[in-house]
């Protein structure tokens, strides 16, 4: 049986020349989602309210290709992911999912979140949480009613009030993918983040992506205001702009500062450039399928599409220029991609075991 994907010899080159020393020798994912392809609603999608590229990388994502995946891409390196599902269409089966990584974080020792649906009660996503051993939430926009066009999503469509009281009493995590056309720069975006850590504050609210501010021109004045904030926590994942990491750097410094993956997206053999504030992922042509009426893809060939390595050596090497760039320190580094979510995880419950044993290491 061959491997799960290929590994390059530029792939390789990258790894050991730039990412590799950089990188400390314990790393954790916070953001890394498993799921199998029957749980996935075999329904055309009903009304798709998000990007659909990613499901072109990978149909599903056991977490033995989880682990399969740290493993081709960090040699030697040992890494715990705090995993969750992918229910993303209202028609998947998401107490299946969430059976599945309660039971694969069991069997792995690893940290989890709950895929929660907006339509539970109190007791729904209390008793959800606590019965499957789940560290808190994970939440997505396109599990809001659908009579609301995607462009109209609030965050609280999403993430209710009365989840986020459960959230506060327990003191849980919640991974929050803020929706909105205008990303991290979006008023209402951030209006909302600084009311839920100011009357959620015991939640753990992880911003994932950073907000998906892709581009420069997704950040607007986002970091003079989360430059006010004081505990909301931020991953990196999926995200390649070394500048918004920078600005991100020194508006909330590096303790807040998550790494994640968004695996198996990342597995994607991509580079992304910014074109008039919109993102665009060259990919090596016919690698992907049908592309046509994607904004989001673009293909390319010969030398071009020869250079292109791994979607998550770039979101590394990106954070790797803005460390740089702010004179960050090397445990500055190991917090990041280590020492912060280590401390997270264990205050919200998790085994202090799990940080150095179970099937999680490698
Ligand atoms: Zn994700």
Redesign the pocket.
């Known amino acids: 049986m061959g491997s799960l994907f290929e590994v390059k010899a530029i792939d390789r080159e990258f790894y050991q020349n730039g990412l590799q020393s950089f990188l400390p020798a314990r790393l954790i994912d916070v ?1 890394a ?1 498993v799921w199998l392809d029957r749980f996935k609603s075999k329904q055309k999608e009903e009304c798709v309210r998000a990007v659909t590229w990613p499901y072109r990388v990978a149909i599903d994502n056991s977490v033995e290709d989880l682990m399969e995946t740290y493993h081709l891409m960090f040699p030697g390196k040992k890494i715990l992911p705090l995993i969750f599902g992918m229910a993303l269409s209202p028609g998947d089966d998401i107490e299946g999912g969430n059976e599945y990584v309660s039971d694969c974080a069991h069997k792995n020792h690893m940290p989890a979140l709950i895929f929660a649906d907006p339509r539970w009660s109190e007791v729904e996503i209390e008793e959800g949480i606590i019965s499957g051993n789940f560290l808190g939430a994970k939440v997505y926009l396109t599990r809001s009613d659908f009579r609301i066009p995607e462009k109209d999503i609030q965050i609280y469509d999403f993430l209710p009030h009365h989840q986020l009281k459960v959230l506060d009493r327990h003191g849980w995590i919640v991974m929050l ?1 803020i929706p909105r056309c205008d990303r991290l720069r979006d008023p209402l975006n951030l209006t909302q983040m600084v009311e839920i850590e100011k009357h959620y504050p015991r939640i753990k609210v992880i911003i ?1 992506h950073v907000g998906r501010a892709y581009c420069p021109e997704d950040i607007g004045n986002a970091f003079e205001i989360l430059g006010e904030t004081r505990r909301m926590l931020f991953d990196i ?2 995200n390649t702009c070394a500048e918004t990491f920078e600005q991100l750097i020194r508006a909330v410094g590096s303790r807040r500062i998550l790494f994640g993956s ?1 695996l198996p ?1 990342l597995r994607m053999r991509t580079r992304r450039i910014c074109e008039g504030g919109t993102y665009i992922n060259l990919v090596p042509k016919g690698f992907y399928g049908d592309l046509a009426g994607d904004p989001h893809m673009r293909e390319v060939e010969g030398k071009d599409a020869d250079l292109l390595s791994f979607f998550m050596y770039e979101e590394i090497d990106a954070f790797r220029r803005a460390a740089a760039k702010t004179n960050l320190r090397e445990s500055d580094i190991e917090a990041v991609f280590y020492g912060n979510a280590a401390e997270l995880l264990c205050e919200v419950g998790m085994p202090e075991s799990f940080l150095n044993g179970g099937r999680g290491r490698l």
């Open positions: 953001h989602h993918h994932a994942s999926a968004d997206v």
